[in-house]
């Protein structure tokens, strides 16, 4: 349904707003400007990873920076601005470490079938709770459930946010840890764009032990086979590194 989304709201916007909005990406990110309004993957020119995180900040996000720190490993966590409100300290937390930190909506809910009203209301709050607690201002967003429709363009472009999917997904909040594990090294490629959650939506002390578990056992596996780990911002612009 998302994809048919997608055609539907291309059709819909039409050539003028793509255009303007391909200039608004060059504007804003000049070494990017290459970039289409939606990215599943990074430049695949050197061995590369982005590890990103949905759905948080959660009780347990804390336990996964710890995770992240031990092997010096940049990630990039999408947040939604309920959790924000909810846990500003631990959304604070994840920027100080150094991770990007990402739009994902303020109330999680699939954007289908809702008004580009609704869609804007939810893009906005989530950037002023982001904002208001971390000091950091979004420039990626990640739709809940991957949903794309009618005037979720604009309002990214009206806020300044690039969309930004996944190469996997990890399905971590419904697979045993080993069948995380392995689906995230096959997806494993130069410039790829992993999808795991340190949240539930917006369920308070959610369990994630088995994406704490998959990260454990992943990390080491991936920088053995030599990769190392960027966040979204590094991976998407070949030219800054
Ligand atoms: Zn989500």
């Not at 909810?86 to 920027?95: K, T, W």
């Amino acid at each position: 349904m998302s994809a048919f989304a997608g055609i539907l709201e291309s059709t819909a916007t039409g050539l003028t707003l793509v255009s303007a909005g391909a200039l608004a990406y060059a504007v804003r990110v000049p070494s990017c400007s290459w970039l289409d309004s939606s990215v599943s993957r990074g430049a695949g020119t050197r061995p590369a990873i982005a590890l990103t995180f949905d759905d948080g900040p959660s009780e347990s996000t804390a336990q996964l920076l710890e995770i992240l720190a031990r092997y010096g490993a940049p990630a990039s966590f999408f947040q939604c601005g309920t959790n924000v409100r909810r846990l500003p300290g631990v959304a604070r937390e994840v920027a100080a470490a150094g991770h990007d930190i990402g739009n994902h909506s303020d109330t999680h809910p699939l954007l289908a079938l809702k008004s580009p009203g609704f869609i804007q209301r939810e893009l906005s709050a989530a950037q002023e709770a982001i904002e208001r607690a971390t000091g950091v201002r979004p420039r990626y967003f990640r739709a809940p459930y991957g949903a794309r429709w009618f005037g979720l363009r604009a309002a990214q472009q009206r806020l300044g946010l690039q969309s930004v999917t996944w190469t996997t997904i990890a399905l971590d909040w419904k697979r045993q840890t080993p069948f995380v594990v392995s689906r995230l090294l096959q997806g494993a490629t130069q410039g790829a764009i992993l999808c795991m959650h340190d949240g539930r939506a917006l369920k308070h002390r959610p369990d994630i032990s088995v994406t704490l578990q998959a990260v454990r056992e992943l990390l080491p596996k991936l920088i053995e086979r030599g990769f190392h780990f960027e966040k979204v911002t590094d991976i998407l612009c070949p030219t800054k590194n």
